[in-house]
């Protein structure tokens, strides 16, 4: 038997039981592959659900205001891939007449959709024989080939995994390699005796397949120092939106560069605008790690007597409303337990 044939016996009797599998709706299909990027799948299903009860079919989705469809994100993270389904399914609704294009090429061109989701999404939707590329898959076919070049990207592996997937079920293939990649050949101990695929592995021949992916050198994550500050006026607290870019559309509190001595933060704050304030008591240390960021954080709450340009002074009810970042969970827990808070 070829790989593809051993690969897709093995995933018609251990295929994972996954709320979007079997699912041939394009929309269905393109939500749970924007959620699984960069996100494990037992944290995908319930947000998943919450999704496709809240916004049944794309144009829903389109109508919605971004503001709900960030909150209902809220804690999923990469929040770059709710603004870009939103978009997309604008795009959907008021150019394409409310239907996905039919090919990868087609779906590139949306908003958010990469090669690999593009892949995905047009191989299990609509049948077309294109790899979906991920780490799963790039971790199984480097081992099964004893690939040596070290992988920038898993699309280095294009040309071989093109050569490799089944023309009769690539949608079902490229699941069944997601799936054995997550759950058999894995990273640091991958299960080889498991392995439907085991006798056509280069790298378990050699006994060498937690060595593969070779990888590049890594790139030193950078890092920052930053002062949140919950800062109330009579009663409400001051929050304004993230202008586009890093957590873009999210709300955030009083951030300010650095670590500035306590003394010095009333100084920093009027130069912001916010008129005299006065320090209330410090808050705990965070710390948070992005992909090639990590953010270092301590905290005040402060109290000032004027709303400065650009933030919005809520209550403790309209706080709850609001979709904030997850790098500030810290802070968002802090700010509900402030006293005189209305």
Request: net charge positive; aromatic share 10%.
């Amino acid at each position: 038997m070829t790989f593809s044939e051993l690969l897709l016996h093995w995933y018609d009797a251990h295929r994972r039981s996954l709320p979007w599998r079997g699912a041939r709706d394009p929309y269905a299909i393109w939500l749970s592959e924007i959620m699984l990027q960069q996100t494990r799948a037992e944290t995908v299903e319930g947000y998943y659900a919450r999704f496709l009860a809240r916004f049944p079919d794309v144009r829903a989705l389109a109508a919605a205001p971004e503001e709900e469809v960030l909150k209902l994100w809220e804690g999923l993270g990469y929040y770059s891939r709710a603004r870009n389904l939103h978009a997309a399914a604008k795009l959907v609704c008021c150019e394409l007449g409310g239907r996905f294009p039919g090919t990868a090429a087609g779906l590139r061109a949306l908003p958010g959709i990469g090669p690999y989701a593009a892949n995905a999404i047009a191989s299990i939707a609509f049948g077309e024989c294109v790899p979906a590329l991920d780490g799963n898959q790039a971790r199984v076919l480097s081992r099964i080939l004893a690939w040596e070049a070290p992988l920038k990207t898993p699309f280095d592996l294009l040309d071989p995994a093109t050569a490799l997937i089944s023309r009769e079920r690539p949608g079902d293939y490229n699941q069944a390699l997601m799936d054995l990649g997550a759950t058999v050949c894995l990273p640091k101990q991958p299960r080889c005796e498991a392995c439907p695929a085991a006798d056509c592995c280069k790298a378990r021949a050699e006994d060498a397949a937690p060595d593969f992916p070779r990888k590049p050198a890594p790139v030193p994550k950078k890092e920052q120092a930053w002062t949140i500050l919950l800062v109330t006026v009579n009663g409400r607290l001051l929050v304004r939106r993230r202008p586009k870019g890093l957590l873009g559309g999210l709300y955030e509190f009083c951030p300010v560069e650095g670590w500035p001595e306590p003394e010095a933060l009333p100084g920093a704050l009027d130069a912001l605008g916010f008129g005299p304030t006065r320090l209330v008591a410090a808050l705990p240390p965070s710390k948070h790690v992005f992909t090639h960021l990590v953010w270092h954080m301590r905290g005040w709450a402060t109290a000032c007597e004027q709303v400065p340009e650009g933030f919005r002074a809520v209550t403790r009810d309209e706080l709850d409303a609001l979709p904030f970042p997850t790098a500030l969970k810290v802070y968002r827990r802090a700010a509900e337990s402030l006293p005189g808070l209305r």
